[in-house]
T-cell receptor
Framework: NAGVMQNPRHLVRRRGQEARLRCSPMKGHSHVYWYRQLPEEGLKFMVYLQKENIIDESGMPKERFSAEFPKEGPSILRIQQVVRGDSAAYFC???????????????FGEGSRLTVL | KQEVTQIPAALSVPEGENLVLNCSFTDSAIYNLQWFRQDPGKGLTSLLLIQSSQREQTSGRLNASLDKSSGRSTLYIAASQPGDSATYLCAVVNDYKLSFGAGTTVTVRA
């Protein structure tokens, strides 16, 4: 399967714990995007990364959230000290094309659903 | 800031009827527009991608039009089937960011 792979698909955390969400882009794609979908809301942009670089993190909360896309391995979205409001579906998407030239499709993973108790 | 609106929010039709889903956006300086389908608890499946220079795209029973100057796109689904029941999302690309509408939830009754 050459699609965007996300894991875990479901994650339950208690308030104050850490959540780590992983995303492996499609083969040949070096551009990764994270989106969040809150219950009954649309998808919101969080962060755009290329290998070893954060290009735009303007949609990501300044505190507790971080993202990386290392040279080797999957992209990681990390949420520290989770709160109930972090409960959402987190989607990763990948693309082969770069900033300002994204005339191609974005391919989305199945999402990681975080529930904070 | 790009704002994307989808009307209606929900739609219920009998099987066989044609579906018309509307999407409007405020900033016409887009690279492309993409229509997605989302099933409950699932990810997004890309249906159609329309480049900014194009006016429409077709795939099987699906046809999407784009009027960039007026900031509108319409997704047509011909001869709807119960399997078409899902939420349909419209997204526009400015630079590298997708801005999504809230979606239209479609129910096709057998």
């Amino acid at each position: 399967n050459a699609g965007v792979m996300q894991n875990p698909r479901h994650l339950v955390r208690r308030r104050g714990q850490e959540a780590r969400l992983r995303c492996s882009p499609m083969k040949g794609h070096s551009h990764v995007y994270w989106y969040r979908q809150l219950p009954e809301e649309g998808l919101k942009f969080m962060v755009y990364l290329q290998k070893e670089n954060i290009i735009d993190e303007s949609g990501m909360p300044k505190e507790r959230f971080s993202a990386e896309f290392p040279k080797e391995g999957p992209s990681i979205l990390r949420i520290q000290q989770v709160v109930r409001g972090d409960s959402a579906a987190y989607f990763c998407a990948s693309s082969p094309l770069g900033v300002g030239r994204n005339t191609g499709e974005l391919f989305f993973g199945e999402g990681s659903r975080l529930t904070v108790l | 800031k790009q704002e994307v609106t989808q009307i209606p929010a929900a739609l219920s039709v009998p099987e066989g009827e044609n579906l018309v889903l509307n999407c409007s956006f405020t900033d016409s300086a887009i690279y492309n527009l993409q229509w997605f389908r989302q099933d409950p608890g699932k990810g997004l499946t890309s249906l159609l991608l329309i480049q900014s220079s194009q006016r429409e795209q077709t795939s099987g029973r699906l046809n999407a039009s784009l009027d960039k100057s007026s900031g509108r796109s319409t997704l047509y689904i011909a001869a709807s089937q119960p399997g078409d029941s899902a939420t349909y999302l419209c997204a526009v690309v400015n630079d590298y960011k997708l801005s999504f509408g809230a979606g239209t939830t479609v129910t096709v009754r057998a």
